[in-house]
């Protein structure tokens, strides 16, 4: 009896709704919500020093925050983040427009999202998810243009670029195309 609370089925309900709503597509993409780290931050910048004309898209953006702290170190830059779960979506919408960011956000599927439109691709996904993403990247992008992943390979590739991110013991991959 010391354990028994009075809570109403109303807070179980909203818990089941939120979960929902972040954890959206995990079963049918088999990528689950990894929010990446701030010290990828200037792994990614460095890496970037040498684009021109940058257009750049996360996919699976999360909530946005790698994207918002980009846009603001590269203003000369295009930036767009697509996210197919609703709640990391519209959290990343309005922290874009709280920080008066340039950055656009999308809600969808980022398997119906031409990468022609790209030099730079990242994504911080899932190993399930690698070597589909990297089939998509290889038949749309351009040549010279770069995809870039967060900790997970693309399965029997080789990467171009490999930074050990400082803190965590996780790297920043690189293909060029």
Known sequence: ????????????????????????????TQVPYFPSRSELLNPVLDTLSDVDDLRFVDIGSGMGGLLIKLSERRVDGQFVGIEIAPLPWLISLVRGKVWRSNVRFELGNFY?????QFNVVFCYLSPAAMLTVWQKVKS???PGSLFL??????????????VKIEFGGVYLYGWRI
């Open 149 to 162: 992943s967060y900790e997970f390979i693309v399965p029997d590739v080789t990467p171009d670029i490999v």
């Open 112 to 116: 119906q999202l031409d990468l022609s």
């Open 1 to 28: 009896f010391l354990f028994q609370q009075q809570i109403s089925p109303h807070f179980y309900l909203g818990i089941l709704l939120a979960s929902s709503l972040l954890f959206w597509s995990t079963y049918r």
């Open 140 to 142: 749309e992008m351009a």
